[in-house]
């Protein structure tokens, strides 16, 4: 096996362990996220985008607080945290700042 796979194999974040398989299913939420931008802003749910915001947010400072540092957990993370104050800002926008329907 090459030296960087096996690097990667047997990482302490690798894919042996949970450290390696939860963001990978966690960027699920991101992608979702992510497909909801085609979404009209006022199907948007505002207690749902906070949470993602909020837990990428929180998440993504606990990354360098464990060991080993976890960059794939990390990147889900900052990609919530991105997807969900984007959301936010859409709704925010629609909400109070477009002008209101013509009669």
């Known amino acids: 096996m090459n030296s960087k796979l096996r690097g990667l194999w047997n990482h302490p974040a690798g894919p042996k362990t949970i450290h390696f398989w939860a963001p990978t299913f966690k960027w ?35 990354c360098f607080v464990i060991t080993p540092w976890n960059w794939n957990l990390f990147s889900v993370n900052a990609a919530m945290a991105s997807t969900g104050f984007y959301q936010l800002a ?14």
């Open 90 to 103: 859409r709704k925010l926008r629609h909400d109070y700042a477009a002008p209101p329907p013509p009669s």
């Open 28 to 62: 699920g939420l991101s992608i979702a996220n992510i497909s909801d931008f085609s979404k009209p802003p006022d199907a948007l749910s505002y207690p749902q985008q906070a949470v993602i915001a909020t837990s990428g947010v929180i998440w993504s400072r606990y």
